[in-house]
Protein backbone atom coordinates (compact mmCIF):
# COMPACT_ATOMS: atom_id res chain seq x y z
CA UNK A 1 0.00 0.00 0.00
CA UNK A 2 1.08 4.07 -1.15
CA UNK A 3 2.77 5.06 2.35
CA UNK A 4 1.80 8.61 0.55
CA UNK A 5 -1.74 7.43 0.54
CA UNK A 6 -3.76 10.66 1.28
CA UNK A 7 -6.99 9.74 3.06
CA UNK A 8 -7.14 7.56 5.60
CA UNK A 9 -9.67 6.32 8.15
CA UNK A 10 -6.87 7.03 10.88
CA UNK A 11 -5.66 10.60 10.14
CA UNK A 12 -7.07 13.44 12.50
CA UNK A 13 -9.69 15.91 11.21
CA UNK A 14 -7.10 18.02 10.74
CA UNK A 15 -4.64 16.74 8.57
CA UNK A 16 -8.04 15.39 6.79
CA UNK A 17 -8.64 18.82 6.06
CA UNK A 18 -5.40 20.24 5.72
CA UNK A 19 -5.74 20.11 1.71
CA UNK A 20 -9.03 21.89 1.88
CA UNK A 21 -7.53 24.87 3.23
CA UNK A 22 -5.28 25.18 0.30
CA UNK A 23 -8.06 25.03 -1.94
CA UNK A 24 -9.42 27.28 -0.82
CA UNK A 25 -6.54 29.06 -0.34
CA UNK A 26 -6.21 28.89 -4.35
CA UNK A 27 -9.63 29.43 -5.10
CA UNK A 28 -9.88 32.78 -3.22
CA UNK A 29 -6.39 33.55 -5.39
CA UNK A 30 -8.79 32.73 -8.17
CA UNK A 31 -11.96 34.58 -6.95
CA UNK A 32 -9.88 38.03 -6.71
CA UNK A 33 -7.88 37.33 -10.11
CA UNK A 34 -11.49 36.86 -11.66
CA UNK A 35 -12.54 40.30 -10.29
CA UNK A 36 -9.26 42.02 -10.99
CA UNK A 37 -9.64 40.72 -14.77
CA UNK A 38 -6.42 39.01 -14.98
CA UNK A 39 -5.70 37.71 -18.83
CA UNK A 40 -8.30 34.88 -19.78
CA UNK A 41 -10.11 35.20 -16.10
CA UNK A 42 -12.98 34.26 -17.65
CA UNK A 43 -11.63 30.20 -17.42
CA UNK A 44 -11.62 31.04 -13.65
CA UNK A 45 -15.77 32.34 -13.73
CA UNK A 46 -16.18 29.02 -15.40
CA UNK A 47 -15.34 27.52 -11.66
CA UNK A 48 -14.22 29.36 -9.01
CA UNK A 49 -17.86 29.69 -7.27
CA UNK A 50 -18.83 25.89 -7.84
CA UNK A 51 -15.37 25.14 -6.48
CA UNK A 52 -16.20 27.05 -3.12
CA UNK A 53 -19.50 24.85 -2.77
CA UNK A 54 -18.01 21.69 -2.95
CA UNK A 55 -16.09 22.52 -0.79
CA UNK A 56 -18.48 23.83 1.86
CA UNK A 57 -20.55 20.90 1.45
CA UNK A 58 -17.53 18.40 1.98
CA UNK A 59 -17.37 20.19 4.98
CA UNK A 60 -21.55 19.63 6.26
CA UNK A 61 -22.03 17.92 9.54
CA UNK A 62 -24.60 16.14 9.71
CA UNK A 63 -24.31 14.67 13.14
CA UNK A 64 -25.07 18.59 14.35
CA UNK A 65 -28.42 19.00 16.01
CA UNK A 66 -30.41 21.66 13.66
CA UNK A 67 -30.39 24.58 16.73
CA UNK A 68 -26.58 24.00 17.19
CA UNK A 69 -26.42 24.16 13.07
CA UNK A 70 -28.48 27.07 12.42
CA UNK A 71 -26.45 29.41 15.44
CA UNK A 72 -22.86 28.28 13.70
CA UNK A 73 -24.61 29.30 10.26
CA UNK A 74 -26.31 32.39 11.46
CA UNK A 75 -22.78 33.39 13.26
CA UNK A 76 -20.83 32.70 10.88
CA UNK A 77 -22.09 33.67 7.54
CA UNK A 78 -25.44 35.45 8.05
CA UNK A 79 -24.33 38.24 10.60
CA UNK A 80 -20.94 38.69 8.84
CA UNK A 81 -22.68 39.43 5.39
CA UNK A 82 -25.71 41.00 6.75
CA UNK A 83 -23.59 43.01 9.57
CA UNK A 84 -20.86 44.61 7.43
CA UNK A 85 -23.28 45.14 4.32
CA UNK A 86 -25.50 47.30 6.56
CA UNK A 87 -22.50 48.96 8.42
CA UNK A 88 -21.19 50.23 4.63
CA UNK A 89 -25.05 51.07 3.47
CA UNK A 90 -25.45 53.30 6.58
CA UNK A 91 -22.02 54.90 5.85
CA UNK A 92 -22.32 55.45 2.22
CA UNK A 93 -26.01 57.33 3.41
CA UNK A 94 -24.01 59.44 6.00
CA UNK A 95 -21.39 60.50 3.26
CA UNK A 96 -24.06 60.94 0.42
CA UNK A 97 -25.76 63.37 3.20
CA UNK A 98 -22.56 65.29 4.41
CA UNK A 99 -21.45 65.65 0.46
CA UNK A 100 -25.09 67.17 -0.11
CA UNK A 101 -25.94 64.25 -2.35
CA UNK A 102 -28.57 62.30 -0.38
CA UNK A 103 -31.87 62.26 -2.32
CA UNK A 104 -35.38 60.98 -1.84
CA UNK A 105 -34.43 58.15 -4.61
CA UNK A 106 -31.15 57.58 -3.66
CA UNK A 107 -32.69 57.05 0.61
CA UNK A 108 -35.15 55.35 -1.20
CA UNK A 109 -32.92 52.74 -3.25
CA UNK A 110 -30.53 52.08 -0.56
CA UNK A 111 -33.78 51.26 2.13
CA UNK A 112 -34.44 48.55 -0.61
CA UNK A 113 -31.43 47.60 -0.77
CA UNK A 114 -30.86 46.80 2.29
CA UNK A 115 -34.39 45.14 3.12
CA UNK A 116 -32.71 42.73 0.22
CA UNK A 117 -29.91 42.44 1.90
CA UNK A 118 -31.88 41.58 4.81
CA UNK A 119 -33.17 38.43 2.98
CA UNK A 120 -29.90 37.75 1.92
CA UNK A 121 -30.76 38.62 -1.77
CA UNK A 122 -28.92 41.49 -2.09
CA UNK A 123 -25.83 43.16 -1.02
CA UNK A 124 -24.18 46.63 -1.25
CA UNK A 125 -22.72 46.17 -4.61
CA UNK A 126 -19.77 48.54 -4.69
CA UNK A 127 -17.91 47.79 -1.63
CA UNK A 128 -19.14 44.46 -0.66
CA UNK A 129 -19.87 42.75 -4.41
CA UNK A 130 -18.07 39.43 -3.67
CA UNK A 131 -20.63 39.13 0.26
CA UNK A 132 -23.78 37.58 -2.13
CA UNK A 133 -21.23 34.51 -1.68
CA UNK A 134 -22.02 33.99 2.31
CA UNK A 135 -25.99 34.64 1.39
CA UNK A 136 -26.02 32.01 -0.66
CA UNK A 137 -24.30 29.39 1.18
CA UNK A 138 -26.21 30.60 4.28
CA UNK A 139 -29.83 29.77 2.34
CA UNK A 140 -28.51 26.48 0.51
CA UNK A 141 -26.71 25.48 4.44
CA UNK A 142 -29.81 25.60 6.28
CA UNK A 143 -32.25 24.16 3.17
CA UNK A 144 -29.57 21.14 2.88
CA UNK A 145 -29.97 20.49 6.69
CA UNK A 146 -33.52 20.60 6.11
CA UNK A 147 -33.48 18.11 3.59
CA UNK A 148 -30.79 15.68 5.05
CA UNK A 149 -33.00 15.96 8.04
CA UNK A 150 -36.51 15.20 6.30
CA UNK A 151 -34.94 11.94 4.45
CA UNK A 152 -34.85 8.74 6.28
CA UNK A 153 -31.32 7.04 6.41
CA UNK A 154 -32.02 4.61 3.64
CA UNK A 155 -28.43 3.36 1.80
CA UNK A 156 -29.27 5.71 -1.27
CA UNK A 157 -29.59 8.72 0.71
CA UNK A 158 -26.91 11.06 -0.48
CA UNK A 159 -28.05 10.02 -3.99
CA UNK A 160 -31.41 11.44 -3.26
CA UNK A 161 -30.32 14.74 -1.99
CA UNK A 162 -27.89 14.83 -5.02
CA UNK A 163 -31.27 14.28 -7.44
CA UNK A 164 -32.97 16.50 -5.30
CA UNK A 165 -30.71 19.63 -5.32
CA UNK A 166 -29.81 18.46 -9.31
CA UNK A 167 -33.40 19.13 -10.22
CA UNK A 168 -33.36 21.96 -8.82
CA UNK A 169 -30.39 23.28 -10.36
CA UNK A 170 -31.97 22.46 -13.46
CA UNK A 171 -34.94 24.92 -12.75
CA UNK A 172 -32.49 27.66 -12.12
CA UNK A 173 -30.62 27.01 -15.31
CA UNK A 174 -33.96 27.37 -16.97
CA UNK A 175 -35.84 30.15 -14.92
CA UNK A 176 -34.04 33.43 -14.43
CA UNK A 177 -35.46 34.46 -11.16
CA UNK A 178 -34.87 38.19 -9.47
CA UNK A 179 -31.61 39.42 -7.51
CA UNK A 180 -29.41 36.42 -8.71
CA UNK A 181 -31.57 33.43 -7.28
CA UNK A 182 -30.96 31.45 -9.84
CA UNK A 183 -27.58 31.23 -9.25
CA UNK A 184 -28.29 29.63 -5.53
CA UNK A 185 -30.37 27.13 -6.84
CA UNK A 186 -27.83 26.24 -9.10
CA UNK A 187 -24.88 26.17 -6.64
CA UNK A 188 -27.08 23.98 -3.97
CA UNK A 189 -25.64 21.29 -6.60
CA UNK A 190 -22.56 21.85 -6.07
CA UNK A 191 -22.66 22.01 -2.08
CA UNK A 192 -24.90 18.33 -2.16
CA UNK A 193 -21.95 17.02 -4.65
CA UNK A 194 -19.31 18.14 -2.27
CA UNK A 195 -21.26 16.41 0.68
CA UNK A 196 -21.83 12.98 -1.68
CA UNK A 197 -18.03 13.13 -2.48
CA UNK A 198 -17.26 13.12 1.35
CA UNK A 199 -18.79 9.37 0.88
CA UNK A 200 -16.75 8.11 -1.42
CA UNK A 201 -13.21 10.24 -0.57
CA UNK A 202 -11.27 7.51 -0.56
CA UNK A 203 -12.34 6.56 -3.89
CA UNK A 204 -11.88 10.07 -5.35
CA UNK A 205 -8.54 10.10 -3.57
CA UNK A 206 -7.23 7.66 -6.48
CA UNK A 207 -7.92 10.17 -9.40
CA UNK A 208 -5.76 12.89 -7.73
CA UNK A 209 -2.24 13.02 -9.17
CA UNK A 210 -0.18 15.08 -11.18
CA UNK A 211 -0.46 13.31 -14.29
CA UNK A 212 -4.84 13.18 -13.93
CA UNK A 213 -4.26 17.44 -13.06
CA UNK A 214 -2.87 17.63 -16.42
CA UNK A 215 -4.74 15.31 -18.49
CA UNK A 216 -8.19 17.40 -16.65
CA UNK A 217 -6.46 20.76 -17.36
CA UNK A 218 -6.13 20.27 -21.34
CA UNK A 219 -9.66 18.94 -21.16
CA UNK A 220 -10.89 21.74 -19.42
CA UNK A 221 -9.03 24.35 -21.74
CA UNK A 222 -10.63 22.72 -24.92
CA UNK A 223 -14.31 22.49 -23.87
CA UNK A 224 -14.25 25.95 -21.85
CA UNK A 225 -13.76 27.11 -25.45
CA UNK A 226 -17.37 25.74 -26.10
CA UNK A 227 -19.40 27.67 -22.77
CA UNK A 228 -19.85 31.09 -21.55
CA UNK A 229 -21.42 31.57 -18.31
CA UNK A 230 -22.66 34.63 -16.30
CA UNK A 231 -23.93 33.14 -13.10
CA UNK A 232 -25.33 36.59 -11.97
CA UNK A 233 -27.34 37.04 -14.67
CA UNK A 234 -28.05 33.36 -15.29
CA UNK A 235 -26.80 33.39 -18.70
CA UNK A 236 -24.89 30.34 -20.15
CA UNK A 237 -24.05 29.63 -23.73
CA UNK A 238 -24.17 25.64 -23.11
CA UNK A 239 -25.30 25.09 -19.62
CA UNK A 240 -24.73 21.18 -19.41
CA UNK A 241 -20.43 21.84 -20.37
CA UNK A 242 -21.11 24.43 -18.44
CA UNK A 243 -21.39 22.23 -15.04
CA UNK A 244 -19.03 19.89 -16.72
CA UNK A 245 -16.73 22.80 -16.74
CA UNK A 246 -17.19 23.65 -13.48
CA UNK A 247 -16.61 20.12 -12.53
CA UNK A 248 -13.46 19.91 -14.41
CA UNK A 249 -11.69 23.29 -12.81
CA UNK A 250 -12.92 22.26 -9.23
CA UNK A 251 -11.24 19.05 -9.51
CA UNK A 252 -8.20 20.66 -10.89
CA UNK A 253 -7.99 23.02 -7.87
CA UNK A 254 -8.59 19.78 -5.32
CA UNK A 255 -6.10 17.62 -7.07
CA UNK A 256 -3.41 20.19 -6.90
CA UNK A 257 -3.97 20.62 -3.35
CA UNK A 258 -4.43 17.07 -2.03
CA UNK A 259 -0.97 16.43 -4.25
CA UNK A 260 0.90 19.24 -2.08
CA UNK A 261 -0.33 18.03 1.13
CA UNK A 262 1.04 14.43 -0.08
CA UNK A 263 4.20 15.71 -0.75
CA UNK A 264 7.66 15.62 1.24
CA UNK A 265 9.41 18.23 -0.77
CA UNK A 266 10.65 20.34 2.24
CA UNK A 267 10.30 23.08 -0.55
CA UNK A 268 6.94 22.72 -1.37
CA UNK A 269 6.08 23.75 2.63
CA UNK A 270 6.98 27.16 1.32
CA UNK A 271 4.09 26.80 -0.98
CA UNK A 272 1.76 24.99 1.29
CA UNK A 273 1.98 27.61 4.22
CA UNK A 274 0.75 30.59 2.59
CA UNK A 275 -2.21 28.96 0.53
CA UNK A 276 -3.21 27.15 4.28
CA UNK A 277 -3.03 30.87 5.39
CA UNK A 278 -4.95 32.32 2.65
CA UNK A 279 -7.67 29.40 3.60
CA UNK A 280 -8.15 29.92 6.95
CA UNK A 281 -8.89 33.84 6.33
CA UNK A 282 -10.86 33.75 2.96
CA UNK A 283 -13.69 35.52 5.23
CA UNK A 284 -11.71 38.91 5.59
CA UNK A 285 -10.62 38.65 1.36
CA UNK A 286 -13.95 37.58 0.66
CA UNK A 287 -15.42 40.49 2.55
CA UNK A 288 -12.81 43.26 1.83
CA UNK A 289 -11.50 43.01 -1.77
CA UNK A 290 -13.36 45.00 -3.02
CA UNK A 291 -12.77 47.97 -0.50
CA UNK A 292 -8.77 47.14 -0.99
CA UNK A 293 -9.46 47.64 -5.26
CA UNK A 294 -10.47 51.72 -4.11
CA UNK A 295 -6.73 51.99 -2.84
CA UNK A 296 -5.50 50.76 -6.46
CA UNK A 297 -8.27 53.13 -7.80
CA UNK A 298 -6.54 55.88 -5.86
CA UNK A 299 -3.39 55.46 -6.91
CA UNK A 300 -4.29 56.01 -10.61
CA UNK A 301 -6.27 58.80 -9.95
CA UNK A 302 -3.07 60.09 -8.80
CA UNK A 303 -0.81 59.03 -11.48
CA UNK A 304 -3.81 61.17 -13.53
CA UNK A 305 -3.82 64.15 -11.53
CA UNK A 306 -7.37 63.71 -10.64
CA UNK A 307 -8.82 64.31 -7.69
CA UNK A 308 -7.89 61.19 -5.12
CA UNK A 309 -11.39 61.94 -3.77
CA UNK A 310 -12.64 61.05 -6.94
CA UNK A 311 -12.16 57.07 -5.56
CA UNK A 312 -15.64 57.91 -3.54
CA UNK A 313 -17.97 58.32 -6.32
CA UNK A 314 -21.37 57.38 -6.80
CA UNK A 315 -20.74 54.05 -8.78
CA UNK A 316 -16.99 54.30 -9.60
CA UNK A 317 -15.69 51.57 -11.41
CA UNK A 318 -12.15 50.47 -11.20
CA UNK A 319 -9.97 49.78 -14.90
CA UNK A 320 -7.27 47.09 -14.82
CA UNK A 321 -5.68 47.32 -18.83
CA UNK A 322 -1.92 47.33 -19.30
CA UNK A 323 -1.28 45.35 -16.29
CA UNK A 324 -2.90 47.00 -13.57
CA UNK A 325 -5.00 43.66 -13.04
CA UNK A 326 -1.61 42.77 -10.94
CA UNK A 327 -1.42 45.51 -8.48
CA UNK A 328 -5.69 44.70 -7.92
CA UNK A 329 -4.62 41.50 -6.93
CA UNK A 330 -1.83 41.72 -4.64
CA UNK A 331 -3.90 44.73 -3.03
CA UNK A 332 -7.27 42.67 -3.04
CA UNK A 333 -5.54 39.64 -1.35
CA UNK A 334 -2.93 41.87 1.06
CA UNK A 335 -4.75 44.54 2.49
CA UNK A 336 -8.04 42.76 3.46
CA UNK A 337 -5.66 40.38 5.22
CA UNK A 338 -4.05 43.40 7.10
CA UNK A 339 -7.46 44.79 7.82
CA UNK A 340 -8.72 41.53 9.24
CA UNK A 341 -6.26 41.09 11.34
CA UNK A 342 -6.72 44.81 12.53
CA UNK A 343 -10.26 44.44 13.18
CA UNK A 344 -9.52 41.75 15.39
CA UNK A 345 -7.46 43.79 17.83
CA UNK A 346 -7.58 45.48 20.67
CA UNK A 347 -10.97 46.52 22.70
CA UNK A 348 -12.92 46.54 18.95
CA UNK A 349 -11.69 43.52 18.30
CA UNK A 350 -13.48 42.29 21.16
CA UNK A 351 -16.61 44.03 20.31
CA UNK A 352 -16.73 42.71 16.70
CA UNK A 353 -15.94 38.93 17.80
CA UNK A 354 -18.80 39.45 20.16
CA UNK A 355 -20.83 40.92 17.58
CA UNK A 356 -19.85 37.65 15.43
CA UNK A 357 -18.64 40.09 13.08
CA UNK A 358 -14.92 38.77 12.72
Known amino acids: MNQMKFLQPAMTPAQRLDWLDMAKGIGMILVVY ?26 FNSEQKFGTYLYKKFTGLYIPFAGWNFIVMIIRLIAAQ ?36 LGSLFVISIVYKLVDMIIPEVRSKQKIILLIFGLVAIYGFQNTLP ?24 SFERFT ?19 HADMGNNEYENAPLFVVCALLGSYIVICISMCLERSNF ?12 LGTNTLDILLWQFVAFRFCVAIQ ?49 WVLKKLHLV
Open 266 to 277: SLIETIRNPLRF
Open 301 to 349: LGLQGLPVTEVFAQESRYYTDNGWWVLYLVIGIILPLIWGWFLRKGPWG
Open 98 to 133: QSGLLTQKLLDGRVENMKLMFLTVGKDGEYMGATWF
Open 179 to 202: NGQSRTLILGFFFALGRFLKFYEE
Open 209 to 227: NIIMALLVTVLFWVLSGFT
Open 34 to 59: GHSYGPSNYYVYLFHMPLFFILSGFL
